[in-house]
């Protein structure tokens, strides 16, 4: 069954700095990996997603996350965290066609200024 | 292009008491899920519609649970009797779908925060 991982349930960073949020997967084939951001009382919003091709995903906001197979990590990252970053961030996961996505528990990030 | 729209968007019942909460997904989509997330968790998919037939419903709690599609287009879920337990925000989300499909990109709405007291 495939897994996904989110190591730091709480991230906190300065404004301005660095936003790195880790996320890693089980999976015997490589997955389609997605980040979700969810704002207080809102649903999820597609933040950026790996399907095929470049490694390197740039998405909304300035988030890029990275696919790294022999890591099994698509770690989330930012150069210059904003205040209006501060929300919730799910990973996900999903084999493809009708397979299920599978996410992970959520890193919260705060943003302190 | 409007979103997925839920409602209610919030409701408190007592337990062993019945709800029941709506969805209209994006128009065109073909597949649509319902996800339970307790607080603190990532979303549980729940149930899993293409068109009107059911795809995935193995973690429903089908003793309580119970959803449908109606026509392919609108979904409800329904909760009967509720327990302490089931306070989540209940998420439903749509795709395109279709097995041309190479992944499942989804698209949520707001959500419905239930409290069962």
């Known amino acids: 069954a495939q897994s996904v991982t989110q190591l730091g349930s709480h991230v906190s960073v300065s404004e301005g700095a660095l936003v790195l949020l880790r996320c890693n997967y089980s999976s015997s084939v490589p997955p389609y990996l997605f980040w979700y951001v969810q704002y207080p009382n809102q649903g999820l919003q597609l933040l950026l997603k790996?399907?095929?091709?470049?490694?390197l995903v740039k998405g909304i906001n300035g988030f890029e996350a990275e696919f790294k197979k022999s890591e099994t990590s698509f770690h989330l990252t930012k150069p210059s965290a904003h205040m209006s970053d501060a929300a919730e961030y799910f990973c996900?996961?999903?084999?493809?066609?009708?397979?299920?996505?599978?996410f992970g528990t959520g890193t919260k990030l705060q943003v302190i200024p | 292009e409007a979103g997925v729209a839920q409602s209610p968007r919030y409701k408190i019942i007592e337990k062993r008491q019945s709800v029941a909460f709506w969805c209209n997904p994006i128009s065109g989509h073909a597949t649509l899920y319902w996800y339970q997330q307790i607080l603190g968790q990532g979303p549980k998919l729940l149930i899993q519609?293409?068109?009107?037939?059911?795809?995935?419903d193995s973690q429903l709690p089908k003793d309580r649970f119970s959803a449908e599609r109606l026509k392919g287009v609108d979904s409800t879920l329904k909760i009967q009797p509720a327990k302490l337990e089931d306070s989540a925000v209940y998420l439903c989300a749509s795709s395109l779908g279709g097995r041309g499909s190479s992944y499942n990109e989804q698209f949520f709405g707001p959500g419905t925060r239930l409290t069962v007291l």
């Open positions: 996900a996961a999903n084999s493809g066609g009708y397979q299920k996505v599978t």
């Open positions: 790996y399907t095929t091709g470049a490694t």
């Open positions: 519609f293409q068109n009107n037939g059911v795809v995935d």
